[in-house]
């Protein structure tokens, strides 16, 4: 194992692969006495992976309940074995399905040998006590009941949850502690034709090859190069989630569009086309996707480091088109936003890094647990610019309340629904606004890129009454 870990850092020196080794390290030390349960849970996925499938959990009366353990697996990748960090055994964790007005009674056990927690990203309930509270450790051993209402009138879409302790969350994440949140019920905002249609989920991770040519796997839901199989003419609900720590995924179907009608789990007030979906870490989209022409398409992610251009999963036409092509509405949601035209506060963010040294900064501070860098007030709707001035673009993500991109790059945004990630361009600024409206109590804002969060680049914001 040891040798196995040497070998992957020697491909790069790129921090994200830093992670890898650290986990190697804390595997050594661990002497795997957790593995003893793998051998009964995996199977066999596809060629070169054998990490167990996700499993589906949905609620039942209004209770999702369950229980994420979060320990040490042994798998194979490219034939070779190397030891990961994953909920209940998969690669990709158990997938979350809850309806709006649904509880979530979650218990994480960590059976790790360093601290963890939970964050679910993109939902919109209460960062306090232990709701949505990225603040919360806890300790190798231990187990914390999480608790989280979410509210009735919450969107349908895609989320997802994860480690979020800081100073390791990357390598957490990185490691395989990540998993879906579906919030059902996106088809009822649907015209009744296409209301009954199949969905596939594609969980996007990256995970560390073993070969001198592959420092890392592109996956999706836990396994390489996946089929997905479409019938002809068929229109299917895609859901696009990057649940890796870092890479984006430029993903696209060669000869066919994405019609985009939820991002980052907000119904869309306009349904927009595109031939590609851009995803960095965090980043989710639901598309629609007809495919008219019979055979085999690749599903390619584009080159964008540390990811070489690569088929991650290939669509497969089956039987014979007999249903005509359905249209697609215009919206999915009203722009109801009045809200969002008052103005309480202006703020300007500014993203610093310094890569040689790992330093990453939000105006020049790196984060403090113990320190709250922006206070507001339940009800204020604040404007920031958000300013990154490195060579690197900087996904921004704040948790629990959602932002309208109103600008990029100084050129006014035509948005097409609410976003809670957003990509500041190398050099350039992204300008949001950002309603307070109903959650009191401290969350934070970081960037996604979790090696820079964990090394800094993250804040604490306070709603008060
Ligand atoms: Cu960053």
Not at 199 to 218: E, K, M, V
Not at 433 to 440: G, L, Q, S, T
């Amino acid at each position: 194992m040891v040798n196995k870990t040497i070998l992957f850092i020697s491909k790069s020196d790129h921090p994200y692969i830093f992670s890898i080794l650290i986990l190697g390290l804390v595997m050594f030390a661990f002497g795997f006495s957790n593995n003893d349960t793998f051998a009964k849970e995996q199977h066999s996925t596809s060629d070169g992976m054998n990490f167990s499938n996700s499993q589906d959990v949905y609620s039942k009366h209004g209770v999702l309940k369950s229980a994420i353990s979060a320990s040490y697996h042994i798998g194979k990748v490219d034939n070779q074995s190397i030891t990961s960090m994953l909920y209940n055994g998969s690669l990709g964790g158990p997938i979350l399905h809850a309806y709006p007005g649904d509880k979530i009674e979650l218990d994480l056990i960590d059976n790790l040998n360093e601290s963890t927690n939970l964050h679910f990203h993109g939902l919109y309930v209460s960062p306090a006590n232990n709701s949505d509270n990225v603040f919360l450790e806890i300790a190798p051993g231990n187990t914390q009941h999480y608790s989280v209402d979410i509210p009735k009138d919450h969107p349908p879409g895609t989320f997802w949850y994860h480690s979020h302790i800081h100073h390791i969350s990357n390598e957490q994440v990185a490691s395989g502690l990540s998993g879906l949140i579906i919030v059902e019920g996106l088809e009822q905002l649907l015209p009744a034709p296409l209301q009954n249609f199949t969905t596939q989920n594609f969980a996007l991770r990256d995970f560390p090859g073993s070969s001198a040519t592959t420092s890392t796997y592109p996956t999706v839901n836990g396994e390489i190069n996946p089929n997905i199989n479409i019938t002809l003419g068929d229109t299917q609900l895609w859901r696009f989630a990057n649940i890796g720590s870092e890479p984006y995924y430029e993903i696209g179907l060669q000869g066919y569009k994405f019609s985009v009608i939820a991002e980052d789990g907000s119904p869309v007030w306009e349904v927009w086309d595109n031939d590609t979906l851009q995803l960095p870490s965090g980043k989710r989209f639901d598309v629609l996707v007809t495919v008219t022409d019979n055979g085999s398409f690749p599903l390619i992610a584009s080159a964008y480091y540390p990811l070489p251009k690569t088929k991650i999963a290939t669509v497969n036409t089956q039987g014979n088109q007999t249903e005509s092509v359905k249209d697609i509405p215009a919206r999915l949601t009203l722009k109801d936003d009045p809200n969002l035209k008052n103005i309480t506060n202006y703020r300007i963010l500014k993203f610093t890094s310094n890569d040689k040294e790992f330093i990453y900064k939000i105006n020049n501070k790196t984060f403090d647990a113990n320190r709250i860098d922006l206070k507001m007030k339940l009800g204020d709707v604040e404007q920031w610019k958000l300013i990154n001035y490195d060579n690197d673009d900087h996904p921004f993500h704040i948790h629990v309340n959602d932002f309208e991109v109103v600008s990029v790059n100084g050129k006014p945004y035509e948005s097409h629904g609410l976003q809670d990630t957003v990509i500041i361009p190398s050099h350039g600024e992204v300008v949001i606004r950002i309603a307070f409206e109903d959650y009191v109590g401290k969350s934070v804002y970081h960037c996604h890129i979790m090696f820079h969060g964990d090394n800094g680049m993250m804040g604490i914001f306070e709603v008060i009454k």
